[in-house]
């Protein structure tokens, strides 16, 4: 599918609570879909360049869902930037949910809750595709900004092969695995299992049993809960705040 760069903004400072970083706005035609993509890097940039390619998720970044570590891995990253002096962050509120959109995503948390799916399971029930991501605005952002060798920051083996097919070095890959949190487990499995990410999980983690309460929706121990729905619950955890 061809890629064209359509327009780039002008550079904007961004103070956030790591540090300061630079945003910069790519507006990316990838065939006959038009849509806005972000670069937000620390620099100068000199090679190789520690890089994430980071998918937008709305319900873990903006709402603190604790079912994803997506918002973990975004700020892990900025902070990796950070302690380094530099590096680049491409940034696509098209790749929410996959590439699915964000609605598709609430319907396959719905089918996750309810009947116990996996996300895979979820998305085809919805008789989505999986995983409808394509990383060539990625690509042509980091190009645009000089990147021709990449320490990536990514679980995810098909990001690698992306920045190799456009030319630029994969050098290394570093991974981005969040420590130990009973409540993602489940996802952290689906995500090797089902998509090959490269997350080793210690094998206490793998030894936690699967069923849903205990996937998403951790429950302080002595409570008793005989409700099978798996609907969620609203008890509070110590680290809930
Ligand atoms: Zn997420």
Redesign the pocket.
Known sequence: MSVRILEVSKDVPIRNRIGMFTLRAYLIAEGPHVDTHLAIFKGPLTNPVPVRINSA?L??EVFGDRR?D?AWQMWEALRRFEDRGQGVMTYHPSHEGRGIGLFQKIRSYELMDERGLTTREAFQELGETPDVRSYASATAILQDLGVREAQLLSNNPEKIKALSDSGIAVIGSERVVMDFDKSLVGYLQSKAAQFGHLIELPTFMLGVPMTEDVAFWPQPTGVHDDDTSHKPTKTATATGA
């Open positions: 998720c319900t873990g994803c997506c």
